[in-house]
């Protein structure tokens, strides 16, 4: 019968058979899919497999401190950090277009990427987090509308320049089996039931420029929303507005409007906060979270952070919104 233990000696076993005495490189990303790749894959051949994090610099609130401690100390994985935010802020510049956003980070990941794994000569093998939906999606692409209307930009998707062979033990499952494994191979449970983030991180979250101070405001205004939403517990089901919501992130709106703080007047920065309930990402709903938690947080956020001074909730809907402001 299937168990989850079986299944990790299985797949083991195979990544043992396939790779030999090669070695393997992977892209870690942070998400759900690249991380449990990793701890599969590490479990299977140990250092014969080195990772190279490529932090842009529009992750999360300490996220690349995150999968280093995780990884690097937690499993005793081979992880080489790479710290390009200054790159890619460069190639950001004066950019303002949404696609054009998208398309230089994913450029630039795989510029960053290929340069690294040049320093790994003997690597023969990559790996990549590809699951079920992503290869019935990469068949369909012509026909899936997600796809023209914004260019999916993927951490998976590195070139055939490589030369390497593609290593991707996960092609198999679904996303909650890819959870669960997650989970049976000892990833925290809160990483790997994470909500969904996307390639271009906080790039496609500051509409227009994309500049650094900006991003630490909106790290800083996300972390403390996320924080607020993994607290606070709907009193009907128990859950938390985190479980509740399908995805929930703070949005940087490069607008000055006018508030009163002591005695003075201050014209500071917005921030949109945007949480959907969605089984499929393709439509959604806005989430009806409490007013109590929304005041909670917009007070927090506009105390906390300097240099914002109104907070606005979204309420509108997966058609004709899309989840993403970008
Ligand atoms: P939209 O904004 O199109 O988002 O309603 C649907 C889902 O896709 C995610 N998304 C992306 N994921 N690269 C990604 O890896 C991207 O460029 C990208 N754009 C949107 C979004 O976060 C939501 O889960």
């Not at 089901?237 to 479980?243: A, L, N, V």
């Not at 409007?257 to 309930?277: H, K």
């Not at 007070?299 to 402001?325: F, L, Q």
Request: charged share 25%; proline share 4%.
């Amino acid at each position: 019968s299937w168990t989850m233990p079986n299944y990790i000696d299985e797949a083991v076993k195979k990544i043992r058979e396939q790779v030999g005495s090669e070695e393997v490189i992977l892209g870690l990303s942070g998400g759900v899919d690249s991380s449990v790749a990793a701890a599969l894959i590490h479990r299977a051949i140990g250092d014969q497999l080195t990772c190279v994090f490529v932090d842009h610099g529009l992750l999360r609130l300490n996220e690349g401190d995150m999968v280093m401690e995780m990884f690097a100390r937690g499993l005793g994985v081979k992880v080489i950090r790479v710290d390009a935010s200054t790159e890619f802020m460069g190639f950001l510049e004066g950019v303002t277009d949404p696609e054009q956003k998208r398309k230089i980070i994913g450029r630039e990941f795989v510029e960053v990427f290929q340069r690294e794994s040049v320093k790994l000569p003997n690597a023969k093998w990559l790996a990549q987090g590809t699951i079920y939906p992503d290869v019935i999606e990469s068949a369909g692409s012509k026909t899936k509308k997600a796809h023209t209307i914004k260019s999916h930009h993927n951490v998976g998707g590195l070139p055939e320049t490589l030369n390497l062979k593609l290593l991707e033990p996960l092609r198999e499952l679904f996303k909650d089996e890819v959870r669960e494994l997650g989970v049976a191979l000892g990833l925290p449970h809160d990483m790997v039931y994470r909500h969904p983030f996307p390639g271009p991180g906080l790039g496609v979250r500051i509409l227009g420029e994309v500049k650094r101070d900006y991003a630490e405001l909106l790290k800083r205004a996300d972390a403390i929303f996320i924080e607020e939403l993994r607290n606070t517990r709907d009193e009907h089901s128990g859950k938390t507005w985190y479980e509740l919501t399908s995805q929930a992130f703070a949005v940087f709106l490069p607008v000055k409007s006018v508030g009163v703080m002591g005695d003075g007047r201050t014209y500071e920065w917005v921030v949109a906060l945007r949480a959907v309930v969605t089984s499929d990402f393709m439509t959604a709903h806005w989430a009806e979270l409490p007013y109590s938690l929304l005041g909670r947080v917009s007070n927090r956020i506009i105390n906390e952070v300097r240099g914002i001074n109104r907070v606005v909730y979204d309420v509108s809907g997966k058609p004709p919104a899309t989840i993403e402001w970008e």
